[in-house]
């Protein structure tokens, strides 16, 4: 469990995989149906929720780390739409850094919105030239040497 004080208290937890997949929907695809936002390799990521003293046991944030030798992607990082702009996220992916140097990764990644790439930049990953889209959306990997 991780701990920051702000002014309000949150915590972070490992997540059952059914309460980010709901986040993920709600968040990510609403218009599409809920097998849209599971991954293949789920079962192989370890899933992370921000809670709040308010949401009970529900998270506000969720975000899926999956690793793969001395890399490791994060993916599907969803926070609840009411509850953006709180630094709820900003929380979350700062764990989400300090637990992969915490277990020696040597390269974390993502598939980032391109819309949402500064946001990423604050964390220190930066954008390849990697780019794809899907549906509607053009994503570009950003990457962190730690």
């Known amino acids: 469990m991780y701990n920051r004080s702000n002014s309000h208290s949150t915590h972070i937890q490992i997540v059952p995989i059914e309460q980010v997949w709901q986040l993920r929907h709600e968040v990510m695809w609403p218009d599409r149906e809920l097998d849209y936002v599971k991954l293949a390799d789920d079962a192989d990521g370890t899933h992370y929720g921000l809670f709040t003293e308010e949401s ?10 999956f690793v793969n030798g001395n890399e490791a992607q994060f993916r599907k990082f ?32 993502c598939n980032a919105r391109t819309e949402k790439a500064a946001f990423y930049e604050t964390f220190g990953l930066r954008p390849t030239a990697e780019t794809f889209q899907k549906g509607d959306k053009a994503y570009v990997i950003m990457e962190r040497m730690l």
């Open 78 to 109: 969803a926070t609840r739409t009411e509850c953006q702009g709180r630094g709820y996220g900003s929380q979350l992916l700062a764990f989400v850094v300090q637990e992969s140097e915490r277990l020696g990764i040597s390269r974390l990644y």
């Open 56 to 65: 009970n046991d529900h998270p506000v944030s969720v975000i899926s780390l």
